[in-house]
């Protein structure tokens, strides 16, 4: 009689957990489905990139943004859907797109490393999608005929460096090691285009940039006697990010998969050597850059290397490096968890489904 009712009083037992489980799953997925809006309301999607032209034509200077835009490929893919694409390039770089980001502006956004890094530490609620371009080197142009051979004799001497962007963090690394920080400087900010205006002036006596550095070093109009290229492990080198609002992701991820799908499909478009030439001369035509500047500047490295759009370690590491450096100068007052930053989901899933698997190897 009691082994009846034990036996009973188990099923009992097990049926209300399996009613509370059944309970507990509805409740989720009615939860998920209402932090999601239909992807029909989504009239227009909008995207930001740094405006990085030396000319009359909007440009990031990057050969993967550049091919994906010039091409249209994101507007092709979402004009069935009757979604148009809305590209902002903001000559104000990171600070100014951080800014839109604050204020709902924009859905997503290309971006150097320091500028995501500090949008993230002041709280803009962001993820971290793939990456869109790695181990971009940061050159320290001087004046020529100064003696100005090392960072030693640049002492108190003034330095344009474009604060709040990834050349900021770049520079910083590089003082770093070689044992300065920016209080041995006259630290003044400019954007590239008035860096190197200044230098031709002799305004100031050096400046940390970009491609532009190396463009006036063949012009004669500077030195370079330090580069990124000096440093071990790649420190002081800019990566870029694709990064998008959290509220964007989690009520459209369908919408959010196409874009990420476009942007590996493009990368892997890059990748290829046998497209190096012709991407080199789309992006040079359109930024107003002489094209051998690119091929300098990318001789060392493919563009397989550059433009892997993983989230692998290399690269998750250096925006903790990143993190850590700009926290300990003063440029962030807080920190943040890159892993817990980083959306891995959507790029990992476009490589599976476009069969990219032995394209990027992760570092």
């Excluded at 049926?15 to 939860?31: P, S």
């Excluded at 979402?78 to 797109?97: C, L, M, S, T, V």
């Excluded at 700009?326 to 962030?332: G, Y």
Aim: glycine content about 6%; overall charge neutral; proline content about 2%.
């Amino acid at each position: 009689m009691l082994n009846i009712f034990n036996r009973k009083y188990s099923i009992i037992l097990s049926m209300m957990f399996i009613g509370l489980v059944l309970i507990f799953l509805l409740q989720y997925k009615n939860t998920s489905k209402s932090n999601q809006t239909s992807d029909k309301d989504v009239e227009v999607i909008k995207i930001a990139t740094p405006d990085m032209s030396f000319g009359a034509n909007a440009s990031s200077g990057s050969i993967l943004i550049d091919y994906i835009y010039l091409n249209k490929l994101l507007e092709k893919e979402f004009e069935k859907d009757n979604i148009k694409i809305e590209w902002r390039f903001f000559k104000g770089a990171g600070p100014a797109i951080n800014e839109a980001l604050v204020n709902n502006q924009l859905d997503f956004s290309f971006l150097g490393d320091f500028a995501a890094i500090i949008g993230k530490a002041n709280k803009i609620d962001t993820r971290l999608l793939l990456a869109s371009g790695r181990k971009i080197h940061g050159y320290l142009a001087v004046l020529p005929d100064h003696g100005y051979t090392d960072l030693a004799a640049l002492k108190g001497k003034r330095i344009a460096v474009w604060q709040g962007t990834a050349a900021q963090l770049s520079f910083n690394q590089v003082l770093d090691y070689y044992g300065y920080t920016e209080k041995d400087f006259r630290l003044i900010n400019l954007d590239f285009s008035a860096m190197n205006s200044a230098l031709v002036a002799k305004r100031i006596d050096a400046a940390w940039g970009a491609l532009p550095m190396v463009a006036l070093q063949q012009k004669g109009l500077v030195d370079i006697p330090i580069s990124s290229a000096d440093t071990k492990s790649s420190l002081g080198t800019t990566q870029s990010a694709f990064i998008g609002r959290s509220e964007f992701i989690e009520q459209h991820p369908e919408l959010v998969q196409r874009i990420i799908n476009i942007i590996v499909q493009a990368s892997h478009h890059v990748s290829l050597a046998q497209h190096r030439d012709a991407v080199i001369h789309l992006v040079a035509n359109n930024a107003n850059y002489p094209e051998d500047l690119y091929r300098l500047g990318f001789k060392d490295i493919t563009l397989n290397e550059v433009y892997s759009p993983l989230l692998d370690d290399y690269y998750l590491n250096h925006f903790k490096v990143g993190i850590q450096s700009a926290f300990k100068i003063q440029l962030i007052k807080s920190d943040f968890n890159v892993d817990q930053w980083a959306e891995p989901r959507f790029v990992n899933k476009s490589i599976q489904q476009l069969n990219y698997k032995d394209v990027w190897k992760a570092q």
